[in-house]
């Protein structure tokens, strides 16, 4: 993921610049009783997304937003890469950049599930979404599902902040007000609470790995052994040591400029445990 991601962070780019011209009340949208951000989501989009057709070796990480979704894509992209034989990090061909698409599996256009027929498997996706929102041929096909979990008081924390940097999200001028929106469903991608609730059912299936923020910061090197077996890929301690290293919150930090453009900025503020 150290790679430069052009169509990712156009994406961001573009999403921070219509959000400076829109006025606070058309950031936001709602479909099916949930507000989503309207420069990255669409009713357009969530409707082609139905019809999306999930394979049984799609992998796929569902969490929050401020669950941590984008330290454990690191280590998900850097595991498929190793699966696939490749030095994790090196660059892309041509031909992979061409076939980029944006990670989150409900951001861009209505046309992007088109062009991810054509992905090599396995196709890598994250969702902020909850289960009964994604396309039910995602939980036919049995594909295997990370479930990153965190604790609440953090996340709230962490997208207060978060919110407050970021032009395609509305601003708080206090914690007070931000509290009573997180409570009140009135949030991007609706209240966590509900979220867990939601997940919780399908939190024993075979296919569904939960793991919590918390565990994996505390032993690192435990939780990359317990992601990679649970998705089948095996590792020397040469590559876990990698893998954790290049995951590490200073590591990835440093490299946000090249990885997430001037997103970077907003998107890695701490990283902690009780904040």
């Given at each position: 993921?150290?790679?430069?991601?052009?169509?990712?962070?156009?994406?961001?780019d573009?999403?921070?610049?219509?959000?400076?011209s829109?006025?606070?009340?058309e950031?936001?949208?709602?479909?099916?009783?949930?507000?989503?951000p309207?420069?990255?989501?669409?009713?357009?989009?969530f409707i082609?997304?139905?019809?999306?057709?999930?394979?049984?070796?799609?992998?796929?990480?569902?969490?929050?937003?401020?669950?941590?979704?984008?330290w454990?894509?690191?280590?998900?992209?850097?595991?498929?890469?190793?699966?696939?034989?490749?030095t994790?990090?090196?660059?892309?061909?041509?031909?992979?950049?061409?076939?980029?698409?944006?990670?989150?599996l409900?951001?861009?256009?209505?046309?992007?599930?088109?062009?991810?027929?054509?992905l090599?498997s396995?196709?890598?996706?994250?969702?902020?979404?909850?289960?009964?929102?994604?396309?039910?041929?995602?939980?036919?096909?049995?594909?295997?599902?990370?479930?990153?979990?965190?604790?609440?008081?953090?996340?709230?924390?962490?997208?207060?902040?978060?919110?407050?940097?970021?032009?395609?999200?509305?601003?708080?001028?206090?914690w007070?007000?931000f509290f009573?929106?997180?409570?009140?469903?009135k949030?991007a991608w609706?209240?966590?609470?509900?979220?867990l609730?939601k997940w919780?059912?399908?939190?024993?299936?075979?296919?569904?790995?939960?793991i919590?923020?918390?565990?994996?910061?505390e032993?690192?090197?435990?939780?990359?052994?317990?992601?990679?077996?649970?998705?089948g890929?095996?590792?020397?301690e040469?590559?876990?040591?990698?893998?954790?290293?290049?995951?590490?919150f200073?590591?990835?930090?440093?490299?946000?400029?090249?990885t997430?453009?001037t997103?970077?900025?907003?998107?890695?503020?701490?990283?902690?445990?009780?904040?």
């Amino acid at each position: 993921m150290e790679k430069s991601r052009k169509k990712y962070t156009d994406l961001v780019d573009k999403a921070i610049a219509d959000a400076n011209s829109m006025h606070p009340d058309e950031l936001l949208f709602t479909y099916k009783g949930i507000f989503y951000p309207a420069t990255v989501c669409s009713p357009e989009t969530f409707i082609a997304l139905e019809s999306f057709e999930g394979r049984s070796d799609d992998i796929i990480l569902a969490g929050y937003p401020k669950s941590g979704t984008n330290w454990v894509s690191q280590i998900l992209n850097d595991l498929i890469a190793i699966s696939k034989k490749k030095t994790p990090g090196a660059e892309s061909s041509v031909n992979d950049e061409e076939l980029e698409e944006f990670p989150y599996l409900e951001f861009g256009d209505p046309e992007k599930y088109e062009r991810m027929t054509r992905l090599p498997s396995p196709r890598f996706m994250v969702t902020h979404l909850c289960p009964e929102n994604l396309p039910k041929s995602i939980f036919k096909s049995k594909a295997k599902i990370l479930l990153l979990i965190r604790n609440p008081k953090d996340v709230a924390t962490s997208f207060y902040h978060f919110c407050n940097g970021l032009p395609a999200l509305p601003s708080y001028e206090t914690w007070d007000d931000f509290f009573i929106a997180f409570m009140t469903k009135k949030m991007a991608w609706g209240c966590y609470f509900e979220y867990l609730s939601k997940w919780n059912k399908y939190a024993d299936e075979e296919n569904v790995m939960p793991i919590t923020y918390e565990e994996l910061k505390e032993d690192p090197v435990l939780g990359v052994k317990n992601i990679a077996a649970f998705f089948g890929v095996s590792l020397t301690e040469e590559q876990l040591q990698l893998v954790v290293e290049r995951s590490s919150f200073q590591s990835m930090k440093k490299n946000s400029q090249k990885t997430h453009g001037t997103f970077g900025n907003i998107l890695f503020r701490k990283g902690s445990i009780n904040d």
